[in-house]
C-alpha cells in the first residue's frame, strides 16, 4: 500500500494570493484570460465566494489546465447510494436530542472501504441548499480511493485525522496531513485521498455558505495562537495520464453524484488566487492560558472560526485543547460545568482529556448541544478537589483535544443514534457527584481560613461558583 513519493512542497499563509507554476511560463502573465494561455492551457476559475462579495472577503483562483472541468459525461445518482450522508437537517432526516451524547471510537471496516464510503454524517443543521448551516461527519477507512476524485459542492471540509496518515491530492497540488495536523479542503476542489500507512478515521467539520477564517485576537494583541505563517498550502502538481473511466464523485445536496470522464482532474499546471485548499499542524499553535486564577473560556484556543452573520457569533469555531501549563492559583483547573447556548462536539486525537478521567478516548466523540450540561465527570472531580489546593505549576503532556462549536443546535442523525458505538452509559460519568455542602463548613477558597459560621462566604468545598 505504500506509495513512495517525494514529500511534498508548500506556500506559507493564510489567505494570502498564491501563485504557483510547475512549468515554468504556464502562469499568464499581466491578464487572467488570455485568448491563448501558455503551453495551450485553458484558463478556468474557481469562486469560493460570489463575484461581488466584499474584497476583504471574494475567495478565488484561477486554474490554468489541459483540459477544463467540464469535460465529462453527465452526472448521475451513484450507485450504491450513500446512505449515511446529510446536508438538510430537519424533522424527516434527523433528530433533536438534548442528551449528552458519547460515542466510543470507530473500529476500521472489515471490508474495503475508501474515505467516501467510509464518511458518514454525525449531526448538523441548517441546509446546503440555503447555504447556511454545517454538518459533523467521522470516518474511517481502510483503502485509497481508486480511480475517482471527490468534490463536495456544498461545503468546505475541515479533516481532522486522528489515525493514519491522509496522502491527499488536488487541484492546488499535494498535501500530506498526519494525526496532529489538520486541513481544509474548500467547496468545489476536486481531491482524492490516499491511505499511504494503512487505515485511517478522523473528523470532518463542513460549512455551509461561509469559509474559515483566523479569530480576531483582541486585547491578546498582533500575535498568538494559530500564525499565519503556519498555514501550508500546496503547490502546482499535475499529471497528464489517459484515465479511461475515471470518476467524479461530487456531493451535491448531501447526496452523491458521479460523472465519468477519461483523463485525470489533476491535471492543473500552474495555478494563482487565494481560493485554496491547506494545512495546520496543531503542534504549532502557541496557546494563552490564565496566568493567576479561574479557567479561561475555550474561545482562548481557536484555531478557525467561521463566522456567521451576528458579531463574534461563530458559525463554526475550531477549538483545541492542547499540552499547555497549568498555573491558576485556588483554582478549580479543569473545565467549569457549565451549560452553553453553544453546541459543543468534541473529538481526542490522542492522550487524555483534562475533563475525562476515563470514557472519552482517541477517535471516540462527545455531543453537548444547547444548554445541554456538562462538565467534569466524578472522578476528575473528586481527584482535583483531594488533591486540594496545589498551586505548583502543573504541565498538561502528550494531548490534543478537539471542539467545533456552532451558534446553530444540531440535529442528530439515526444512525449514530443507533449505533453500537453510542456509549448508553454515558450520563453515569456524573451520576456519583456528590453533595459537598456543608453549613458548617465556611473555608474560603481564596486563603483557606475558616469564616465564622452563617457568614456569608462562598463555602469553597463545593466552589461551584465556577
Ligand atoms: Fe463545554
Not at 56 to 84: A, D
Not at 251 to 271: C, I
Request: proline residues 9%; charged residues 15%.
Amino acid at each position: 500500500m505504500e506509495k513512495p513519493a517525494a514529500a511534498p512542497e508548500y506556500q506559507s499563509g493564510f489567505g494570502n494570493h498564491f501563485s504557483t507554476e510547475a512549468m515554468t511560463g504556464a502562469l499568464p502573465r499581466g491578464q487572467n484570460s488570455p485568448l491563448t494561455c501558455p503551453y495551450g492551457l485553458y484558463a478556468e476559475q474557481i469562486s469560493g465566494t460570489s463575484f461581488t462579495a466584499p474584497r476583504k472577503v471574494n475567495q478565488l483562483s484561477w486554474l490554468y489546465r489541459i483540459k477544463p472541468s467540464v469535460t465529462h459525461e453527465p452526472f448521475h445518482p451513484r450507485v450504491p447510494r450513500h446512505e449515511r450522508l446529510l446536508s438538510e437537517f430537519n424533522q424527516s432526516t434527523s433528530s433533536a436530542t438534548p442528551t449528552q451524547l458519547r460515542w466510543r471510537p470507530l473500529d476500521i471496516p472489515d471490508s474495503p472501504t475508501d474515505f467516501i464510503d467510509g464518511l458518514y454524517t454525525v449531526c448538523g443543521a441548517g441546509s446546503s441548499f440555503i447555504r447556511h448551516g454545517f454538518a459533523i461527519h467521522m470516518y474511517a477507512a481502510n483503502k485509497s480511493m481508486d480511480g475517482c476524485a471527490f468534490c463536495n459542492a456544498d461545503g468546505d471540509f475541515l479533516v481532522v485525522p486522528q489515525k493514519g496518515r491522509l496522502s491527499i491530492t488536488t487541484e492546488c497540488g499535494k498535501l500530506e496531513v498526519s494525526p496532529g495536523e489538520i486541513v481544509v479542503l474548500p467547496q468545489g476542489f476536486r481531491f482524492s485521498i490516499d491511505l499511504p500507512n494503512g487505515p485511517s478515521r478522523g473528523y470532518v467539520a463542513e460549512i455551509f455558505g461561509a469559509h474559515f477564517q483566523l479569530p480576531d485576537l483582541g486585547p491578546i494583541g498582533a500575535n498568538g495562537l494559530a500564525a499565519p505563517r503556519d498555514f501550508l498550502v500546496p503547490t502546482a502538481w499535475f499529471e497528464e495520464t489517459s484515465r479511461p473511466g475515471y470518476t467524479i464523485v461530487q456531493k451535491f445536496g448531501g447526496e452523491l453524484f458521479t460523472a465519468k470522464q477519461d483523463f485525470s482532474p489533476f491535471n492543473v499546471v500552474a495555478w494563482h488566487g487565494n481560493y485554496v485548499p491547506y494545512k495546520y499542524d496543531l503542534s504549532k499553535f502557541c496557546p494563552f492560558n490564565t496566568v493567576l486564577i479561574d479557567h479561561s473560556d475555550p474561545s482562548i484556543n481557536t484555531v478557525l472560526t467561521a463566522p456567521s452573520d451576528k458579531p463574534g457569533v461563530a458559525l463554526l469555531d475550531f477549538v483545541i485543547f492542547p499540552p499547555r501549563w497549568l498555573v491558576a492559583e485556588h483554582t478549580f483547573r479543569p473545565p467549569y460545568y457549565h451549560r452553553n447556548c453553544m453546541s459543543e462536539f468534541m473529538g481526542l486525537i490522542y492522550g487524555l482529556y483534562e475533563a475525562k478521567a476515563d470514557g472519552f478516548v482517541p477517535g471516540g466523540a462527545s455531543l453537548h448541544s444547547c444548554m445541554t450540561p456538562h462538565g467534569p465527570d466524578t472522578t476528575t472531580y473528586e481527584a482535583t478537589i483531594a488533591h486540594g489546593d496545589n498551586s505548583e505549576p502543573f504541565r498538561i503532556r502528550d494531548t490534543m483535544a478537539f471542539m467545533f462549536e456552532s451558534y446553530l443546535v444540531p440535529r442528530v442523525c439515526p444512525w449514530v443514534l443507533e449505533s453500537p458505538y453510542l456509549d448508553t452509559n454515558y450520563y453515569q460519568c456524573w451520576i456519583g457527584l456528590k453533595s459537598h455542602f456543608s453549613s458548617t463548613n465556611t473555608r474560603t477558597a481564596e486563603n483557606g481560613n475558616l469564616a465564622v459560621p452563617g457568614s456569608r462566604e462562598v463555602p469553597s468545598e463545593d466552589n461551584q461558583s465556577v
